[in-house]
């Protein structure tokens, strides 16, 4: 405390007025600052900090030249008006599309009124035009996820993502009806394939986990704080992944037929991937990833237009799942067995 002040003998009730006040004329204190401004301890402050987020407000935190400082994540009264363009607009609806794929989440719920906002302002004129650009992009999905069972944890899990407050999970194991429990930092959600992930680091079971959210089955937001380390980067977790899955990376070479190498050698499926086309059309596509069980279901989509060329291991699963299937309709049609016919 300087010299001269003096002293606050504040109630509760009128430090956390106080810390309100100060947080929304302010654009980020310190525990040190606010536990002076009051009078109090850093511990006091930190109690304090906590009642203020019961009562309703949305706290964040970040850091500054080695400070740490608090403020509130919205100020409602401070936000300017948000005018778009009609192509903002049409990128909105793009980004509304490729979304998709949160149906049956509270995350759908809220970009469904972030739209209704947006309609509700825009003048009469442009109801037409709002009308076709909800149509200029088609999210087509195939086999969608059902997180209707996990919708009612995913409030709570964004409350702890934003806050960084430590959660409980309880979650199904693939194939089984066993549900373990995991003390978890909620670090990021990830998006795949249609599919949301939540990747944390799990307390009780030491080290980063990934988590699908349509196999949570319940969600306990503690009241323990953690801090993100500097040095993560969720990127960083995927770099040697096909997909999800981060194993033992290998030295992959897959040779694609003249009828499929168009489709192969116009995207970009690694980072360093290397690409070469024969004299009679074929593309071989040669990169470095882990995550065996992917590359493969990528491989045997392609049929008899891709042939594994390395690794061996790779080359030798595939030989066994072909045979596998070869076997499989074989031995139906040696049983005299019918396709089933479609109702």
């Known amino acids: 405390m300087q010299k001269g002040k003096p002293a606050k003998k504040y109630s509760q009730a009128g430090r956390l007025h106080s810390i309100i006040r100060l947080l929304e004329t302010r654009r980020g204190l310190t525990l040190d600052e606010l536990a002076e401004e009051c009078d109090v301890d850093r511990r006091t402050i930190h109690r304090d900090l906590n009642a203020v987020e019961q009562a309703g407000y949305s706290l964040t935190t970040e850091w500054s030249e080695g400070k740490k400082l608090y403020s509130f994540i919205t100020k409602s009264r401070n936000l300017p008006p948000i005018t778009f363009t009609l192509p903002q607009l049409m990128s909105l609806y793009l980004l509304r599309s490729l979304g998709a794929h949160l149906a049956s989440t509270p995350f759908q719920a809220e970009i469904d009124e972030l739209f209704k906002s947006i309609h509700s302002v825009l003048p009469d004129r442009h109801a037409a035009h709002l009308e076709r650009i909800a149509r ?158 992917e590359l493969l279901s990528w491989v045997l989509s392609y049929g008899i237009h891709a042939e594994v060329l390395d690794p061996p291991e790779l080359r030798k699963e595939v030989r066994r799942q072909v045979k596998g299937m070869r076997d499989m309709y074989r031995g139906k049609e040696k049983k005299g067995e019918k396709p089933s016919k479609q109702q």
Do not use: C
């Open 136 to 293: 200029v992009s088609l999210p087509l999905l195939h086999g969608a996820r059902d997180y209707s069972p996990a919708a009612s944890f995913v409030g709570d899990l964004q409350k702890a993502l934003l806050q960084q407050y430590r959660i409980r999970l309880r979650y199904a194991k693939k194939g089984k009806d066993q549900v373990d429990e995991y003390d978890v930092e909620p670090y990021t959600l990830v998006f795949h394939k249609g599919g949301i992930y939540l990747l944390g680091n799990a307390i009780n079971r030491s080290g980063m986990r990934l988590f699908a959210l349509e196999r949570v089955r319940g969600i306990d937001v503690t009241r323990q704080r953690f801090e993100i380390p500097d040095s993560y980067q969720p990127e960083a977790h995927f770099s040697s992944a096909f997909g999800l899955v981060s194993d033992t990376p290998m030295n992959v070479r897959v040779r694609f037929s003249a009828e499929t190498a168009h489709a192969v050698k116009d995207r970009i499926w690694m980072p360093g991937q290397k690409i070469s086309t024969d004299s009679d059309g074929r593309t071989t596509l040669e990169f470095e990833a882990a995550g065996k069980m």
